[in-house]
């Protein structure tokens, strides 16, 4: 009854936020702006990782507090960290940062999560432990910072990957973990009402980084309660595939055409697989189905083969040998040289509204545009301009 209390508060808040907070980045003009490196034809409010984050924590803190649970350090250190990057996502939005500075914002979020004890269990030496959970999650909040680039895929993807960290810690009886999994999955789920395509609203980073710091780190608890010694180390990396997959494909592409690694582009995989001829909506459920693939694998090896080492490792080489596959195939695809070119193959063309019309001109103080495309293609010079990608 707590995890569907946790789900439907959840799912609940972000659906009556979303438009609210919606209404509040259209009046503050905290918009993405249409020019001439994007291809959404609209102004489109920023801010929506706002309502996913607060629907997400108060309700597995609603959920905590109906089981009489007491705030360990543990419980406050993740929900600490998860403010923090949230801040430093909309600071990055608001103004844009430095890659240094925010790099350094996202190890710190993920550090105060990590040493209030969030790498407790892992089954490797504390000295092993600490900085692999750390490139872990900072690498994830990357990740899913890279994702945002269509709309739909970030929420959803973390929808898919929290559904799968609630049924390993259920099945572990890790309550607190499955708790806090299980109402982020309402949050990034609710949210889809508005950002599936054709999006009203954006994540921002503030919402792609939450997402992949609030993965990253239940991930972790998911693991640490496992039993299964190292091996175990590979049921998160299984899950989460194909952030990791995107992430490693862009960073080859770019460097192979010896491009800043750090610079945005229409070249991540689901610009790719756009290309090929499907819609935004065939594009991002197509990656849904990948992930989901990967994700019931994953539970399924967790639950039944934990004691077969072997073959969670032939399992995890299959998967590998699956994306390299896909890899080499969208490697061939040809990315789009003008945003009108990607516009006809989207087939979003369309009309904006007198009220859109009011909002195209951005105010002299905007200073970046953070968030995914409303339709197909990434811009140019897009809010991942992280330099660890």
Known sequence: MVFLSAFGLSLLAVLALTPAVRSLATRLRFLDFPSQSKVHLTPTPLMGGIAVALASLSAAAAALALIKCPYSARIVGFMSGGLIVVVLGLADDANGMRPAVK???QAAAAAVMLLSGGVEGLPLPLPIAFPLALFWMVGLMNAFNFLD????ITSGLAAIATFGIFTLALGQGNTHTAIAAIAVAGGALGFLRYNFSPASIFLGDAGSLFLGYVVGGLSLRAVSYAGAGSTALL???????YPIFDAFFVTVA???EGRDVAQ??????SHRLARLGMTARQTATTIYLISASLTGVAVYLSFFQM???????LAALAAAGGMAFLGLRLFRVPVAE???????????????TQEELALLTPPPTVAKATSATTEVLEPEESHDTIEVR
């Open 307 to 313: 004691d077969r080492p072997q073959v969670v490792g």
């Open 254 to 256: 770019r460097l192979r």
């Open 149 to 152: 680039n269509m709309d739909g």
């Open 338 to 352: 003008r945003a009108i070119e990607a516009l006809a193959d989207a087939r979003v063309l369309h009309e904006p």
């Open 264 to 269: 945005g582009g229409r070249d991540h995989s």
């Open 235 to 241: 049921i998160p990396v299984l899950m989460l595939g």
């Open 103 to 105: 790099l350094t914002g």
